[in-house]
């Protein structure tokens, strides 16, 4: 059975990080859904960053929150890439896209571009804080919603059937045929994080899962194929 593909961050196996070039090239070998991270700036953008923090993904240091978007313009984000903000992303591509909030602050911004451009068929919003989606159910009740989990995946089923989340995106390590079996009891979609080796698809396919989260576009191929 072919499984959903997201590309993790873009694909960032093979581009820097949550940068245009990483989501073009996610685009461009076929992944299902775009996978990227939201913090905001000091000025109030959605800037598409992993770490609350720049020193990682740039060649700056500091705090995303601390920076104007002007000041984060400046940075290189990986081969002469800049840190993107969330509309430019929408308007680079055309998938579909999980929006996950890693700065709790920026949902309700987030909620606002959704509503102000009518993306409500093509972001689903994620986040590991609850708190992120029930701000965003708040203001878009009937926007699609996913709950992500690591170390907490046990307590996944009942607490994004809580949240009114449709989907639960689990690390694969922590997921068992019982946390499934209790998402497909409440009929949550259910996708892990990350695969990257056939040895993790493998086990995406026996779990049953609906999709996996990926960072190479050869693992992406082998999971969009029956
Ligand atoms: O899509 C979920 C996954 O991205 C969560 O982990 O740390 O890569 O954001 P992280
Ligand atoms: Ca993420």
Partial sequence: MPLLTVGHRGLMGVEPENTLRSFRRAERAGLDVLELDLHLSKDGALVVM?????????????AVRDMTLAELRGLDAGGGERVPVLEEVIDSVSSPI????KDRDAAGVLAGLIQRRGLHDRITVISFHDEALRA?????????????????????????RELGAGLVSAELARLDAGVVARCR???????????????????????????????????????AAD
């Fill in 136 to 160: 965003t159910r708040e203001r878009l009740p009937a926007l699609p919603v996913g709950l992500v989990t690591g170390r907490s995946t046990a307590l996944a089923p009942e607490r994004a």
């Fill in 185 to 223: 009891a409440l009929e949550l979609q259910v996708i892990a994080w990350t695969v990257n080796s056939s040895e993790d698809l493998a086990r995406a396919r026996e779990l049953g899962l609906d999709g996996v989260v990926t960072d190479l576009p050869e693992i992406a191929r082998a999971a």
């Fill in 98 to 101: 999980q929006a996950e909030i």
């Fill in 50 to 62: 992993h770490d609350a923090k720049v020193d990682r993904t740039t060649d700056g240091y500091g």
